[in-house]
């Protein structure tokens, strides 16, 4: 059975003392993470020679007390979640955004797609230029619409719809 040293149970102490103050089924990964930094801190701290209780002192103190690590732990992971719900909320904008052209591009097609029907009906246009105008941005919007919401279910409300 290997004895630890003063240096492991120190930092052992320290982690678990952080760790009880996050919820548990986040505690094994930052665990992993803290004994990580620490550990880096300590290897840069020491250069060549073996770290002492004094480099892992100065570390722990640059650290803070176990109450100041857990806390900075949840200003980072807060801060994490805050810019991935800005990423989303930014990737819904443009999403309408293009929902809103293609719907404007769709109207348009429609109007050129009736006048050239109404046109070939009513013998004042000979020509099917605005027929197939038409016919052409109708395809083109619908194939954009599918590509923009493949792999979304449209059919549903957003309240039916798994996050």
């Known amino acids: 059975m ?3 040293s003063y240096i492991a149970r120190k930092i052992d102490r320290y982690v678990e003392l952080v760790i009880c103050q996050l919820p548990r ?3 094994k990964e930052a665990k992993a993470r803290l004994e990580n930094n620490i550990y880096a801190m300590l290897e840069s701290a020491a250069g060549d020679r073996m770290p002492d209780s004094q480099d892992l ?3 722990l103190r ?3 007390t176990p109450d100041q690590t ?15 719900r800005e990423r989303r909320r930014e ?3 443009s ?8 719907r404007a591009f769709m109207i348009v097609s429609f109007v050129l797609l009736f006048c050239g029907l109404s ?7 000979s020509n099917v230029g605005m027929l197939f105008a038409g016919c052409a941005m109708a395809l083109a919007v619908q194939f954009i619409r599918e590509i923009v919401l493949m792999g979304k279910n449209d059919h549903f409300p957003r309240r039916h719809r798994k996050v």
Do not use: S
């Open 70 to 84: 857990a806390a900075a732990y949840y200003v980072v992971k807060n801060r994490k979640e805050e810019v991935r």
């Open 57 to 59: 002192q100065e570390i």
């Open 2 to 4: 290997e004895v630890k």
């Open 119 to 125: 046109g070939l009906i009513l013998h004042t246009v």
């Open 95 to 102: 999403t309408d955004t293009l929902m809103l052209v293609l």
């Open 62 to 64: 640059e650290l803070g």
């Open 91 to 93: 990737a819904v904008r």
């Open 25 to 27: 089924n986040e505690r």
